[in-house]
């Protein structure tokens, strides 16, 4: 919302709002390519001769010295791809409880959410008369305001 106030107060329009709301996400994208898989990853996918050159990689960036690793690191079998985590896993006995309080929270967030922010140009339009001109910064303001008493009641 203080960007958003920023680029209202130097008298630039929605399109610069929007540019600098996506910029964080479009920042994020690209430093995924960049970002190095986890050893404890590579280890359970099998790439155990990957992990030592990525262990010595974070030990240089870190400024640590790694000489104890002389020889080469013990042997670790890689997980077996029918263990490996699946959405179904999610609906056994041990995990139905939690998985279901989980999908009724986020139902009920999303709901409150979507109710204020797909009704709110219906709300201010009723409110304004033909001659008055929308405030696009308020509005927003307001509705943003209007979703925290929903997610409370959608997180209750």
Excluded at 40 to 60: D, S, Y
Excluded at 87 to 106: D, E, G, P
Excluded at 140 to 155: D, F, H
């Amino acid at each position: 919302i203080g960007i958003g106030w920023l680029i209202y107060a130097s008298g630039l329009d929605w399109r610069w709002y929007l540019a600098s709301c996506a910029a964080p996400s479009w920042i994020a994208v690209i430093c995924v390519f960049f970002i190095p898989e986890s050893p404890r990853w590579m280890l359970n996918n099998g790439e155990n001769a990957k992990v030592k050159q990525q262990l010595m990689r974070i030990a240089r960036w870190n400024g640590v010295d790694m000489s104890m690793l002389r020889g080469s690191l013990m042997p670790h079998v890689a997980v077996d791809e029918n263990k490996k985590g699946a959405v179904r896993s999610l609906f056994i006995a041990q995990y139905l409880r939690t998985s279901a309080q989980v999908l009724v929270m986020t139902f009920c967030t999303t709901c409150a959410y979507f109710g204020v922010a797909l009704f709110q140009l219906t709300y201010f339009e009723s409110m304004s008369t033909s001659d008055s001109q929308h405030d696009v910064f308020w509005e927003l303001l307001v509705c943003t305001a209007a979703e925290i008493p929903g997610m409370i009641v959608g997180i209750l």
